[in-house]
């Protein structure tokens, strides 16, 4: 990915030192060191996905960390604590999720949210693109708002992740943040 810069991503997002944050659909980990940053020694990441081989290698990049742990997952089941997290980051993960699905999903990364916190979701621009998925599989940004809406969740922010990318961030509802900002 590197039409996406992580610093800068993992910045845009506002993770803060001591923060607990939960990489949903983590990989390899291309955001990872950029996140473990960012919480500081005394934060912590949880980078969760559903291939083991994909945690597997993250763990050879990033090795033994303390504020960091992998946690393999189903995909719409992730055997973490209720309210565990600050943040709950996901980048090219979205539009995977079948639109059957997506409220569900997004009602799982909600309970994993202290009630301050805020989602982050990256995904890729409903545009043609040399690299990425067909434009069919794209969510655009508008049908992902109204899905967080539909998923109790309030928009905080809109931005250009990448040349490629959108970034939306949304809290709770009932959250410290439940302003409601419209792009």
């Known amino acids: 990915m590197e039409f996406l810069d992580p610093v800068r ?3 845009l997002t506002g993770i803060a030192q001591g923060e607990t944050v939960v990489d949903v659909g983590a990989g390899p980990g ?3 060191a950029a996140m473990l940053a960012a919480v500081g020694p005394e934060g912590l990441v949880y980078a969760v996905d559903t291939a083991p081989e994909m945690l597997a290698r ?3 990049v990033l090795g033994e960390q303390p504020q960091l742990k992998t946690v393999k997952s189903q995909e719409l089941a992730i055997p973490l604590d209720n309210r565990i997290a600050d943040h709950v980051f996901l980048a090219d993960v979205i539009h995977e999720i079948s639109s059957e699905d997506r409220v569900a999903f997004l009602q799982e990364l909600q309970r ?3 009630p301050s916190g805020r989602i982050t979701i990256v995904d890729w621009r409903t545009m043609d693109t040399q690299v990425g998925p067909p434009v ?3 969510l ?7 899905d967080l809406y539909r998923a109790n969740f309030r928009l905080r922010r809109s ?5 490629y990318h959108y970034l939306i961030q949304a809290s709770l509802k009932e ?3 439940a302003g409601d900002y419209r792009p």
């Open 9 to 11: 991503v993992v910045a």
């Open 30 to 32: 291309f955001f990872v």
């Open 58 to 60: 993250l763990a050879t």
């Open 112 to 114: 994993l949210l202290r």
């Open 136 to 138: 069919e599989e794209r």
């Open 140 to 146: 655009s940004r508008e049908d992902l708002v109204a």
């Open 159 to 163: 931005d250009e992740a990448g040349p």
């Open 175 to 177: 959250g410290i943040f």
